[in-house]
């Protein structure tokens, strides 16, 4: 047969495999397709039902006040995500932005934040303080927020038992982090949020507290859309990420959210603009149509992350690779990792990334001293937006066992070539 890859470098052999690969991940691929046109349906319900309008397409500057467009949007944003109330502005540059600034709105001196999926990811554990940096406080701990953590179990799923156990009267927000970050674990399933919810409102009870009085809070970041629930439909109360993620279908700029309770979402709005004014400023700067096509897209655009993501691990698995998940593995999020056992391998395979996309396809990513993590990491991404992850990139730390982060992909068969290119 003849080989259509063959001029961008693929052997025959590794194309031969990708077909093998294709035919063993078919059904996969059709679950994935099920699952798009689920969301896809609900999102472009959501817009018919708020009404959205050319109208709403508009720009505001300055102050930003009654932006018609941004309050809109904020409504659509709310109803696919299950929740009360949505803040959801540019002003957001980064999912730990998003994130941090939601901790920072919710807990007060003496309050506990007990982290139930580990230790979080890099960026995020300078904000809570168990990582630090020379010549910068600011964390959750120096503000006097106490702070624990529980490990997952040995198959990725939450401790119940200890969670409940965990629990505590000065325990104000349980944190659940969605995504695997630089870890070898699974990303959490919408069952697992929903037993955590569970366990963490019963214990409020027991406590003697209303149960809104302990906060589930959620980094969904890289997991929205993947499955049919987002997490404040599966009963947390709050949950934040990024629009350079899955929700900005690949072609938002900037920009964040903060979805859940009315109350919890305006005490962050509070943190991120300031007391009194929340989230009634804040200009639009002519994102509004960006960020409301983004949303439009999303559903269409993660699917094409994870048929991406589900050819690497099947091609990787069958030449010999650990990789993770599964090909046909129920999946929380857009990652995918294969473990290389080798740091050049890891850079290696991170060139070949880069040398697949559309931007600075000639650059080779070297590992380098990136902010706020604690090891060199070595990141490929030729992205027409800068750190989008749901354009094709790969990422992971200098370190053993040198696991590689995969992850996004506008049009599937970008990283279908990647793989192939990287294997041959």
Same mark, same amino acid.
């Given at each position: 047969?003849?080989?259509?890859?063959?001029?961008?470098?693929?052997?025959?052999?590794?194309?031969?495999?990708?077909?093998?690969?294709?035919?063993?991940?078919?059904?996969?691929?059709?679950?994935?397709?099920?699952?798009?046109?689920?969301?896809?349906?609900?999102?472009?319900?959501?817009?018919?039902?708020?009404?959205?309008?050319?109208?709403?397409?508009?720009?505001?500057?300055?102050? &930003?006040?009654?932006?018609? &467009?941004?309050?809109?949007?904020?409504?659509?944003?709310?109803?696919?995500?299950?929740?009360?109330?949505?803040?959801?502005?540019?002003?957001?540059?980064?999912?730990?932005?998003?994130?941090?600034?939601?901790?920072?709105?919710?807990?007060?001196?003496?309050?506990?934040?007990?982290?139930?999926?580990?230790?979080?990811?890099?960026?995020?554990?300078?904000?809570?303080?168990?990582?630090?940096?020379?010549?910068?406080? =600011?964390?959750?701990?120096?503000?006097?927020?106490?702070?624990?953590?529980?490990?997952?179990? !040995?198959?990725?799923?939450?401790?119940?038992?200890?969670?409940?156990?965990?629990?505590?009267?000065?325990?104000?927000?349980?944190?659940?982090?969605?995504?695997?970050?630089?870890?070898?674990?699974?990303?959490?399933? &919408?069952?697992?949020?929903?037993?955590?919810?569970?366990?963490?409102?019963?214990?409020?009870?027991?406590?003697?507290?209303?149960?809104?009085?302990?906060?589930?809070?959620?980094?969904?970041?890289?997991?929205?859309?993947?499955?049919?629930?987002?997490?404040?439909?599966?009963?947390?109360?709050?949950?934040? =990420?990024?629009?350079?993620?899955?929700?900005?279908?690949?072609?938002?700029?900037?920009?964040?959210?903060?979805? =859940?309770?009315?109350?919890?979402?305006?005490?962050?709005?509070?943190?991120?603009?300031?007391?009194?004014?929340?989230?009634?400023?804040? !200009?639009?700067?002519?994102?509004?149509?960006?960020?409301?096509?983004?949303?439009?897209?999303?559903?269409?655009?993660?699917?094409?992350?994870?048929?991406?993501?589900?050819?690497?691990?099947?091609?990787?698995?069958?030449?010999?690779?650990?990789?993770?998940?599964?090909?046909?593995?129920?999946?929380?999020?857009?990652?995918?990792?294969?473990?290389?056992?080798?740091?050049?391998?890891?850079?290696?395979?991170?060139?070949?990334?880069?040398?697949?996309?559309?931007?600075?396809?000639?650059?080779?990513?070297?590992?380098?001293?990136? !902010?706020?993590?604690?090891?060199?990491?070595?990141?490929?991404?030729?992205?027409?937006?800068?750190?989008?992850?749901?354009?094709?990139?790969?990422?992971?730390?200098?370190?053993?066992?040198?696991?590689?982060?995969?992850?996004? =992909?506008?049009?599937?068969?970008?990283?279908?070539?990647?793989?192939?290119?990287?294997?041959?």
């Amino acid at each position: 047969m003849t080989n259509p890859y063959s001029r961008f470098g693929v052997s025959d052999e590794a194309n031969e495999l990708g077909l093998v690969a294709m035919e063993q991940v078919a059904t996969v691929f059709a679950k994935i397709d099920e699952v798009r046109e689920y969301n896809q349906l609900r999102v472009l319900d959501a817009f018919r039902e708020c009404r959205f309008s050319d109208v709403h397409l508009g720009s505001t500057t300055g102050y &930003g006040y009654d932006d018609i &467009g941004r309050e809109k949007i904020e409504e659509i944003f709310a109803r696919i995500f299950g929740g009360q109330a949505a803040y959801v502005r540019m002003q957001i540059s980064s999912g730990t932005q998003a994130i941090s600034s939601m901790l920072y709105g919710l807990l007060r001196p003496g309050d506990e934040l007990l982290s139930v999926t580990g230790k979080p990811y890099d960026t995020l554990a300078m904000t809570v303080g168990i990582m630090k940096e020379d010549g910068f406080d =600011g964390s959750l701990l120096d503000f006097g927020v106490k702070y624990s953590q529980l490990e997952l179990l !040995p198959d990725g799923s939450p401790d119940l038992i200890k969670i409940d156990d965990a629990i505590s009267s000065s325990t104000r927000v349980v944190f659940i982090q969605k995504s695997r970050g630089y870890t070898g674990r699974r990303a959490l399933l &919408g069952d697992d949020i929903s037993a955590i919810v569970k366990v963490v409102k019963d214990k409020a009870k027991k406590l003697g507290k209303n149960e809104n009085d302990i906060i589930v809070a959620v980094d969904n970041c890289y997991g929205e859309f993947v499955e049919k629930k987002e997490p404040c439909e599966l009963g947390a109360d709050i949950c934040a =990420g990024s629009l350079i993620k899955n929700p900005g279908g690949g072609i938002c700029t900037t920009g964040g959210y903060i979805v =859940g309770r009315k109350d919890l979402v305006e005490k962050v709005a509070q943190r991120i603009t300031a007391p009194g004014l929340g989230s009634h400023v804040g !200009p639009s700067l002519g994102m509004n149509r960006v960020i409301a096509q983004g949303i439009f897209l999303a559903p269409k655009t993660v699917s094409e992350c994870l048929k991406s993501a589900i050819f690497a691990s099947k091609v990787f698995e069958l030449s010999g690779l650990e990789t993770s998940p599964k090909a046909d593995e129920l999946r929380g999020d857009i990652v995918q990792t294969i473990t290389f056992e080798d740091s050049k391998k890891l850079v290696d395979f991170c060139s070949k990334i880069q040398a697949c996309s559309p931007v600075d396809s000639f650059v080779s990513p070297e590992p380098w001293d990136m !902010p706020g993590y604690e090891d060199q990491v070595v990141m490929a991404a030729g992205a027409f937006v800068q750190g989008a992850t749901t354009e094709l990139s790969c990422d992971g730390p200098i370190k053993p066992p040198y696991i590689a982060y995969m992850q996004g =992909g506008l049009v599937w068969e970008q990283g279908k070539l990647a793989t192939m290119l990287a294997l041959s």
